[in-house]
Structures are given as C-alpha cells and as structure tokens.
C-alpha cells in the first residue's frame, strides 16, 4: 500500500538550534514531494516542492529539503530556528493529482 | 486573487442534521478535493474532482456527497450529520504544480 510516514509526532527545539524533520514514503516510482505547514487555526502553507532536478531543494521562511531516493525519504531542514516556527509540519506526496499526507509533527520552540 | 474560498469557518449540527460545507477557487484549476483533519491522522481524503462533472471517492468517503457543477466550485454535503464527522476540513485547488487550500471549517457535531 502507498503510503506516506513521519516517525516524529512532536519535537520540541530551542530557539536558535537546528531542525530536522523526516519524512519517509512508499510508492512504486518517484512521486513528487511537499512539505506544508499549518500555524494553530490556520490553513495549510506550502514550504516546498520537489519534482525533479537537484535533490535538495530550497523553500520559504529558511527551510530546505533533500530527496534521497536510495532511502525514499524527503526531510525538512532549517538551520536556526525562530519562536515562529513553533507550527505543525506535514509531508505530503502524490504519483497523480491525489495528495497523500504523513500524520504530522508538531514542532515547539521553548525560548 | 482570492485564491481558495470556504465557507462557513465554523459550524455546530445536532446529529442527524444535513448542511453543505461551501468552496469555491479562482483560478480555473481542474482537480479539486475535501479533506478532513483529525488529531494524530494528518489530513484524509474524503472526494476529489478532476473537472466539472467528474467527481470520485477517496480515502473515507462515507457519509460525504459531493458534484461538480462548474470548474469553480465544488459543495461537500453531510445528509445526516454523525458526531463521527466532527473534524477540520479543508477544500484543495491544484494546478499542475502545487496544492492550495482553504482556511478551513471547524465542524462539531453533537
């Protein structure tokens, strides 16, 4: 079955500090690969995309993710964090046009 | 550009009631889709449309009717609300590259 996971439910970082959130897949090929984020009571922001080309790919507020298809994983990355980024973080994949979303990690930034 | 635009925010049924989640895009995209958000589960498909006229079941459709009228708008009806239903959701709008969504509907069914 395809599928999408995020082994992380929450993860809790100190502003200034790095951060990593992974995001494996199981698809038959390649499918393209978002990361969206949504702030408390808000709707879903996209941060990136991946389609094809470079595997690591850049997106908005500093984050950035790299594709490894050896591992089938597409992890976000951001090398300091801010207290706006306390928020919580789906990956999101699609072989079509039928978005399959990971559970989602919550991400707290303590001061 | 408004983008992707549903409607009510928020919304209390009593069980056994029907209403229509509203949602409405601007951008002349043909596939649009209803999700449902609940804590732990991340975001469920509930119907998706690839074009006026063609709609189709997804992930946890039951309980949920949704037509295709018109490229722009795509209603999502609850015939007779269950507590079950009380959830986040959110309409997506997609072109060829990326997904947009809506600000969401907060339902609770009681």
């Known amino acids: 079955a395809q599928s999408v996971t995020q082994p992380d439910i929450h993860i809790t970082v100190s502003e200034g500090a790095s951060l990593e959130l992974r995001c494996n897949y199981s698809?038959?090929?390649?499918?393209?690969l978002f990361w969206y984020v949504q702030s408390p009571g808000q709707g879903l922001q996209l941060l990136l995309k991946?389609?094809?080309?470079?595997?690591l790919v850049q997106g908005i507020k500093g984050f950035e993710a790299e594709f490894k298809r050896s591992q089938s994983s597409f992890n976000l990355r951001k090398p300091s964090v801010h207290w706006s980024d306390a928020a919580e973080y789906f990956c999101?994949?699609?072989?079509?046009?039928?978005?399959?979303f990971g559970a989602g990690t919550t991400v707290t930034v303590r001061a | 550009n408004a983008g992707v635009t549903q409607t009510p925010k928020f919304q209390v049924l009593k069980t056994g009631q029907s209403m229509t989640l509203q949602c409405a895009q601007d951008m002349n995209h043909e596939y649009m889709s209803w999700y449902r958000q609940d804590p732990g589960m991340g975001l469920r498909l509930i119907h998706y449309?690839?074009?006026?006229?063609?709609?189709d079941q997804g992930e946890v459709p039951n309980g949920y009717n949704v037509s295709r009228s018109t490229t722009e708008d795509f209603p999502l009806r609850l015939l007779s609300a269950a507590p079950s239903q009380t959830s986040v959701y959110f309409c997506?709008?997609?072109?060829?590259?990326?997904?947009?969504f809506g600000q969401g509907t907060r339902l609770t069914v009681v």
């Open positions: 999101a994949v699609t072989p079509d046009y039928k978005l399959s």
């Open positions: 997506a709008s997609r072109g060829n590259s990326e997904a947009f």
């Open positions: 449309s690839v074009g006026a006229g063609i709609t």
């Open positions: 991946y389609f094809s080309g470079d595997t």
């Open positions: 698809y038959g090929a390649t499918p393209y």
